[in-house]
């Protein structure tokens, strides 16, 4: 099993940048692909992108592409969400989550594919 720990998130501005971490214990990021997800009050949880389990592709939703870009260190075990010019819509509660397969697929985009979540955090972009 492995625990995903989510930080990073806070209130900004719209126009302003946050970074979001998800760190892992107990297991290395290697074996899992790794999904970001949010969740807006009284939503399902959207799909935000990926970064593949050998951390060399990453795909987005439409309306992130071009301001997020998904990392990872792997000396640190933390893939990293960085956001940058914020707008009120991306106001949500920030998950990542992981799953234990090779490549990327239309698949990827449902949260139902994955195995473990972190417990989020907030991010509140404000105008």
């Known amino acids: 099993q492995v625990q995903l720990v989510e930080s990073g998130g806070g209130w900004v501005q719209a126009g302003g940048s946050l970074r979001l971490s998800c760190t892992a214990s107990g297991r290395t990021f290697s074996s899992y692909a790794v999904g970001w997800f949010r969740q807006a009050p009284g939503k399902e949880r959207e799909f935000v992108g990926v970064l593949s389990r050998s951390g060399g592709r990453t795909e987005y939703v439409d309306s992130v592409k071009g301001r997020f870009t998904i990392s990872r260190d792997d000396v640190k075990n933390t893939v990293y969400l960085q956001m940058n010019s914020l707008k009120p819509e991306d106001t949500a509660v920030y998950y990542c989550?992981?799953?234990?397969?090779?490549?990327?697929?239309?698949?990827?985009?449902?949260?139902?594919?994955?195995?473990?979540w972190g417990q989020g955090t907030q991010v509140t972009v404000s105008s």
């Open positions: 989550a992981v799953r234990s397969a090779f490549g990327l697929n239309d698949r990827f985009r449902n949260a139902y594919e994955y195995e473990y």
